[in-house]
């Protein structure tokens, strides 16, 4: 039995494009951006809404580029 991963690359690079906006918007919304709300509650708050907003869109991402240049 062999397992393969070769879907990972194209998943973490999605879920990393989507949590890259996610997280800056969280960190600037007016009550869960505040500084009396703790670092983790934020996170956690914008792993959960990426997470989901990821299901949703999973199929609309573009393939990873070849090069580092081409994502560029």
Request: hydrophobic letters at 60%; charged letters at 10%.
């Amino acid at each position: 039995m062999t397992i393969n991963l070769d879907f990972l690359p194209a998943t973490v690079f999605a879920f990393l494009l989507v949590f890259a906006r996610v997280g800056a918007m969280v960190m600037s919304l007016p009550g869960i951006g505040d500084r009396n709300v703790p670092v983790a509650i934020r996170l956690a708050f914008a792993l959960a809404l990426t997470f989901t907003l990821y299901l949703v869109l999973k199929e609309r991402f573009p393939p990873i580029p070849p090069t580092l240049w081409a994502m560029l």
